[in-house]
């Protein structure tokens, strides 16, 4: 058989032999994308989270260049060609293959991060533990990616004789070097520092209500360096990482996104507070916005011409307690305006009479 195989081989072209070769990993390749398709098809209907899916969707397109690369690699030492251009495109191969493989890498980080998402699931009522693992997975799966990429230049660089060479004459400078370099990313690596420190002792996560410098927003993004804030009209406002470590700031998630809200009324002294609090009963009792926590009014203040009253309210959510708070004042003052018009506020002029002489 061998001789038979040696005997084929002999009447055949060796860039002809090569090309099979090449056509071969090819062949396996498509092999593979077309199994992923079927696969694919079968699972493209399926609304639930399945594992096999995020293979499917993650991996599917890396395999496609992944398994015909290892393929070549196997069959380079059966190809005919110059020994010069030989050590080319072996070389050449064997960088493909690595990065290939950190691709791969790192698109299976992608399906582990989507079953964690399954598993905890941000759209709860109370998702305090969802968003405390999220937070800590995002940054990981960054600091995991930065790590994959910059291991997978060093093997590429390390696979050449000469910068293993360079490298090795470097070494006697690295002291000096790692002086310099020290200071001059000291910001960057405060940055970092203050990422890891924000991930696991988390003054802040994803999808927190924050107010900073002023604005009200929910966190969107916390990369190594940076915090972007998704504010309330849409606008995006991009804080420094470390600004959370080293400034005050309002976080009204940290341990739950249950939260009191307030309306101030300023009404005349004859108002009827009781008549007030008969009409919150009802208004709350009509509403979903209300969690049945807190209801309350009180006269907070009196002033020259008018008392002040506050009424406090409670909802699951700051975007909740907002909209009950608007809900609830312009139902009240709806309500005073129809039944009481006497105690809006008023100023009183008092004309005393002139005393005849």
């Known amino acids: 058989m061998k001789n038979t195989f040696e005997g084929w081989m002999g009447h055949v072209e060796p860039w002809a032999w090569n090309l099979i070769i090449v056509a071969l990993a090819i062949i396996i390749g498509l092999l593979i994308k077309l199994l992923i398709k079927i696969l694919l098809n079968i699972y493209k209907k399926q609304a639930d989270y399945s594992l096999l899916w995020s293979m499917v969707i993650h991996i599917g397109r890396s395999l496609n260049h992944f398994v015909p690369l290892v393929v070549l690699n196997l069959l380079f030492p059966l ?4 020994q010069r251009f030989y050590l080319l495109f072996s070389r050449m191969a064997e960088i493909a293959l690595i990065i290939s493989s950190a691709v791969l890498l790192m698109n299976s980080i992608k399906v ?5 998402y399954h598993a905890y699931d941000l759209n709860k009522a109370d998702n ?3 968003r405390k693992i999220r937070t800590q997975l995002q940054f990981v799966r960054k600091v995991a990616v930065s790590l994959i990429i910059f291991i997978t230049v060093a093997v590429i660089l390390l696979s050449f004789d000469n910068v293993r060479k360079i490298g090795a004459g470097l070494l006697t400078g690295v ?9 001059a990313a000291q910001r960057s690596l405060s940055n970092f520092l203050a990422g890891f420190q924000i991930a696991f002792t988390q003054p802040i996560r994803i999808d927190d209500v924050l107010v ?3 604005e009200w927003g929910r966190v969107e993004d916390i990369t190594l360096t940076y915090v972007v804030l998704n504010i309330w009209d849409q606008r995006r406002l991009i804080l420094p990482i470390n600004y959370f470590i080293e400034k005050p700031f309002q976080n009204w998630t940290r341990k739950s996104s249950e939260i009191l809200g307030t309306v101030f009324l300023y009404m005349d002294y004859n108002i009827p507070v009781d008549a007030l609090r008969q009409e919150l009963d009802r208004l709350l009792d009509k509403t979903e916005l209300w969690d049945k926590r807190v209801k309350l009014i009180q006269v907070t203040d009196a002033k020259d011409h008018s008392i002040e009253l506050r009424v406090l309210i409670s909802a699951r959510n700051s975007s909740h307690a907002f909209d009950l708070r608007c809900y609830i004042r312009e139902n009240l003052v709806k309500f005073v305006k129809d039944n009481y018009p006497g105690s809006l506020p008023v100023n009183r002029l008092l004309v005393g009479g002139v005393d005849k002489v």
């Open 79 to 82: 190809m005919e060609m110059d």
């Open 112 to 116: 582990f991060e989507d079953y964690v």
């Open 128 to 130: 305090l533990k969802e």
């Open 175 to 183: 002291g000096i070097g790692g002086i310099i370099v020290g200071f």
């Open 212 to 214: 900073v410098e002023g």
